[in-house]
C-alpha cells in the first residue's frame, strides 16, 4: 500500500495483480468551460486522469474528474482503477461504504446517484467523515444502503437528537 498527498488530501493505493486501487482522490467537477477531462487533466498537470458522469439536479450530464501524476502511480503498477467508482454501483442512489484498507479506512457515499466522499483516514478520522456525512443529508426513504466491516461500530456517528425539556 502507498500513500500519497494530493492538494493536501491524503490518498492512498492497494496493488493487486499488477493492479493499482486508488482510494481518498480528490474529485472535481469538470468546468463548463473545459473542452474534455484530458484537457483539464493537463492544465493541472496531471497525466492521467479517472472521471464519471453523473446527472445534476437541472437533469445534465456533469462529469467528475480525479487527477492522478506520474510520481503518484506505485511500482509495479500498470493499470490504475478508483475504489470509489467500483464501490459505488452497489451504494446507489443514496448509501456509504467503509472499507478496510491495511491500516487505514476508505470511505464512500453517494447522494442521488451522485459520489460524494471517497475519503481515506484512521478509524477517528473515517468515523468523522461518516458522522458529518449522516449530519449534512437527510436519510433517504428507504434508508441508506450501507456496507462496512464487521467489526465497525457505527452506532457512536449517528447523529443524536437532543432531548429538550
Same mark, same amino acid.
Given at each position: 500500500?502507498?500513500?500519497? $498527498? =494530493?492538494?493536501?488530501? $491524503?490518498? &492512498?493505493?492497494?496493488? +493487486? ?17 473545459? +473542452?474534455?477531462?484530458? &484537457? ?9 486522469? @479517472?472521471?464519471? =458522469?453523473? =446527472?445534476?439536479?437541472?437533469?445534465? *450530464? +456533469? *462529469?467528475? #474528474? ?7 502511480? !506505485? ?7 478508483? @475504489?470509489?467508482?467500483?464501490?459505488? !454501483?452497489? %451504494? ?5 461504504? %467503509? ?13 442521488? $446517484? #451522485?459520489? #460524494? $466522499? ?6 477517528? /478520522?473515517?468515523?468523522?467523515?461518516? *458522522? &458529518? ?5 437527510? &436519510?433517504?426513504? !428507504?434508508?441508506?444502503? @450501507?456496507? /462496512? !466491516? ?5 452506532? /457512536? ?6 432531548? @429538550?425539556?
Amino acid at each position: 500500500m502507498s500513500e500519497n $498527498n =494530493q492538494n493536501n488530501r $491524503n490518498f &492512498t493505493s492497494v496493488i +493487486k495483480n499488477k493492479r493499482a486501487f486508488f482510494s481518498g482522490l480528490d474529485w472535481k467537477t469538470l468546468p463548463s468551460e473545459e +473542452k474534455n477531462a484530458r &484537457t483539464f487533466a493537463r492544465k493541472n498537470d496531471a497525466e492521467y486522469f @479517472l472521471s464519471c =458522469q453523473y =446527472q445534476d439536479s437541472e437533469n445534465e *450530464t +456533469k *462529469t467528475m #474528474v480525479a487527477f492522478i501524476r506520474k510520481e503518484d502511480l !506505485p511500482t509495479g503498477a500498470s493499470s490504475f482503477w478508483s @475504489l470509489a467508482l467500483m464501490i459505488k !454501483p452497489l %451504494i446507489e442512489p443514496d448509501g456509504y461504504a %467503509i472499507c478496510e484498507l491495511g491500516d487505514l479506512y476508505g470511505f464512500v457515499s453517494c447522494v442521488n $446517484n #451522485v459520489l #460524494v $466522499n471517497d475519503v481515506v483516514g484512521n478509524k477517528s /478520522q473515517i468515523m468523522s467523515a461518516l *458522522t &458529518t456525512f449522516l449530519e449534512f443529508n437527510e &436519510t433517504p426513504e !428507504p434508508g441508506w444502503k @450501507l456496507y /462496512q !466491516p464487521e467489526s465497525w461500530d457505527i452506532s /457512536q456517528a449517528l447523529p443524536h437528537s437532543l432531548c @429538550l425539556r
